[in-house]
Each structure stands twice: as structure tokens, then as C-alpha cells.
């Protein structure tokens, strides 16, 4: 079975820096994504690790521990457009399309 | 500009009718998928297809339908079957010669039940 398990909610202020967690446990392991979904609108791609490590991409860093089922997205210098939901997704057989997504965090940043 | 088309945006039904979501890309995507969303979850797999003519389904396929006749096109039926439709649908396609595979999504059909 596929189990993936992110907070529902967070807030932070503006400029800070905030780590959203996500833990799972699934019957296979291939990679895992993270995807950024504002309110209506449609997920868009923001990582993908394979291996173990911190993988840095300007504001944002994803994490990855597959002997402890565990990865974290780290998102510096906080704007009010990174206000969204954050999709964490298992991709257990090497097909992104049938990754397992978690139910999301709501991150909410504060002026 | 290389994207997924999905019409319509919103759409509005009564109990009993069924209804299609289009779904069109120009990104030369082999794989196409569909997921519902549901508020406060994440997406769900409904149908997805890898390669024209052939269609598998997802985890949530009952009282869905769909076909896959064009590279491009991947429309998906919310039959009377579906016993609560209302919901976010998202059409995605992706590239297995990509770096990640990563899925490229559409602007999503919010579909209503009267």
C-alpha cells in the first residue's frame, strides 16, 4: 500500500525561511516530486530526488532520505506569491504519472 | 506556446447526465493522465494512457470513461455511474525522454453537480 503524510497546514512570515515535511511509506520507490498548486489552478513541477541529499534550486531546496522514508521542501526568503499548496508525490515504479500524491500542505506567508 | 488545453473550465450538470472534459496537448507527450482533486486531498488517478489506442485504468476509474484516438487528445466521460462527480478534474501529460518525467498539468475543469 502507499501512505504519504504532510502537515495540512503552516504559516510563515515573509523572508523567513520554512521546511515543509513529507513522510511515506510505499510499496515501491523510484523518486519523489514536489509540486506547488496555487488555489484553482493547476500543480506545477518544483523538484524531483532520486538519490539521498539536499538538491538546491534558487528559493527553493528538496530533500531526500529514502532509508527514512522522509524528504522536506525548504523554501528561503518567503514572498506572498509563495502562498499555495505543496503536493508531495511518490513515484514508485519509475512513471511520474503514477506517483501518489499526499493530500498537500497549505502554506500561508504573512506580510 | 507548447501546453494542455483543458475546456471547459466550468461546467455545471444535473443528476443523471453524463458529461466530457477536453483535454488537448501540443507538447508531443506520449503518456496522458487524468486525476481527480477533491478539496483539501490531493489527486487521485483516474485514467491514464501511454500510447495512442491503449488506455489503462487508474485508481478511481468507476463511472469514468475515456479514449485516446490522437496523440493529442485525451477526452475523459463522467458517466451517470460517477455517484458524487463533483469535484476538480486535472488532465497532465508527461515524456518518458524528459529528465524527471515530470507532469505537465492543464488549468483544470471544476465540474459541478446540480
Known amino acids: 500500500g502507499q501512505n504519504i503524510d504532510q502537515p495540512t497546514e503552516m504559516t510563515a512570515t515573509e523572508g523567513a525561511i520554512v521546511q515543509i515535511n513529507c513522510t511515506y511509506q510505499?510499496?515501491?520507490?523510484?523518486?519523489l516530486f514536489w509540486y506547488q498548486q496555487h488555489a484553482g489552478e493547476a500543480p506545477t513541477f518544483l523538484s524531483y530526488n532520486v538519490l539521498d541529499g539536499l538538491e538546491e534550486k534558487g528559493r527553493f531546496s528538496s530533500f531526500l532520505s529514502r532509508s527514512k522514508g522522509y524528504s522536506y521542501l525548504l523554501l528561503k526568503e518567503l514572498q506572498m506569491k509563495d502562498s499555495a499548496s505543496y503536493l508531495c508525490?511518490?513515484?514508485?515504479?519509475?512513471?511520474?504519472?503514477?506517483?501518489?500524491f499526499g493530500d498537500g500542505t497549505t502554506l500561508t506567508v504573512k506580510p | 506556446d507548447g501546453g494542455i488545453t483543458q475546456s471547459p473550465k466550468y461546467l455545471f450538470r444535473k443528476e443523471g447526465q453524463n458529461v466530457t472534459l477536453s483535454c488537448e496537448q501540443n507538447?508531443?507527450?506520449?503518456?496522458m493522465y487524468w486525476y481527480r482533486q477533491d478539496p483539501g486531498q490531493g489527486l487521485r488517478l483516474i485514467y491514464y494512457?501511454?500510447?495512442?489506442?491503449?488506455?489503462q485504468k487508474g485508481d478511481i476509474a468507476e463511472g469514468y470513461s475515456v479514449s485516446r484516438e490522437k496523440k493529442e487528445s485525451f477526452p475523459l466521460t463522467v458517466t451517470s455511474a460517477q455517484k458524487n462527480p463533483t469535484a476538480f478534474y486535472l488532465c497532465?501529460?508527461?515524456?518518458?525522454?524528459?529528465?524527471?518525467?515530470?507532469?505537465?498539468f492543464g488549468e483544470g475543469s471544476r465540474l459541478t453537480v446540480l
Open positions: 497532465a501529460s508527461n515524456s518518458d525522454r524528459g529528465n524527471t518525467g515530470e507532469l505537465f
Open positions: 508525490a511518490v513515484d514508485p515504479f519509475g512513471n511520474a504519472g503514477k506517483s501518489t
Open positions: 494512457s501511454q500510447i495512442v489506442n491503449d488506455f
Open positions: 507538447l508531443n507527450h506520449d503518456a
Open positions: 510505499t510499496s515501491g520507490f523510484n523518486g
